[in-house]
C-alpha cells in the first residue's frame, strides 16, 4: 500500500486556463474527500465521493468546479477558466467507511496551485 | 454554521517539556469522532489521535493524549516529552451535521532544542 498520491504536485497556470488534478486514494478506500487549504487554514471541504457517487458538495464550491470518480478508483478535480482566488494547496483524502460519521481520512501530498 | 475554534495560533515548547494545544467545537450530534491531525513544513497532513464521543476515556497514542470534555466541547491535545520531530501545524477536527469534518485554523507547535 503507497498511501494516497497526487499529481501533479505543483501547477503554475496563466489567469482563465483550465486545469485538471489527480489523485489516486488507498486501494481499499470508499471514499475520498477533496479539500482546499489556503496559507495559515486549515482545509476546507469541497466534495467526496462514496465508491463513484459524488454525495456532497461544498455550496462554496462554484459552478467552475467539477469532480469525477469513474469506476471508484481514482478521482479528477478540475477548475475552469482559473482564477488568482483559486490558489491554494487542493488536498485529497480517502477512507474506508460504511457508517455516516466521517472516520479517519489518509491525505496525500497535495497540488499547489498558483494562477497568474 | 458550526465552526472549530483553536484559539493558539502558535506555541513554543522546550524540548523534552509537555505542552497542550486547546480545540473547541460546537457539533450538533451527539455521537462522532473528534481528530488531531498534525501537518509539518511541505509535508502531508498526518493523523495524530482520534477520540470517539461516546467514548468516556480520553484516546492515548505514545506520547500523544486528549482530554476531551463533551458537555463543554473541548477537545485538547497534550503532548508529553515533546521532541523536535513535533514542530508542525496542528489541526483539530470534528464533524457538522451533514457529516462533513470541519477543521480548525490551526496551531503551529515550535520546539525549542
Redesign the interface.
Known sequence: DTGVSQDPRHKITKRGQNVTFRCDPISEHNRLYWYRQTL??????LT?FQNEAQL?KSRLLSDRFSAERPKGSFSTLEIQRTEQGDSAMY?C?SSFSWE???????????TRLTVL | AQT?TQSQPEMSVQEAETVTLSCTYDTS?S???L?W?KQPPS?????VI?QEAYKQQNATENRFSVNFQKAAKSFSLKISDSQLGDAAMY?C?S?NS?????????TKLIIKP
Not at chain 1, 495559515?40 to 471541504?45: I, L, R
Not at chain 2, 451533514?98 to 490551526?106: E, H, P, R
Open positions: 495559515g487554514q486549515g482545509p476546507e471541504f467526496y456532497e488536498l483524502a455516516a460519521l466521517p472516520d479517519t481520512q489518509y491525505f496525500g501530498p497535495g | 472549530v450530534e455521537d462522532y469522532y481528530f491531525y509535508r502531508q497532513m498526518i493523523l482520534r489541526f477536527a464533524p451533514n457529516y462533513q469534518l470541519i477543521w480548525g485554523a490551526g
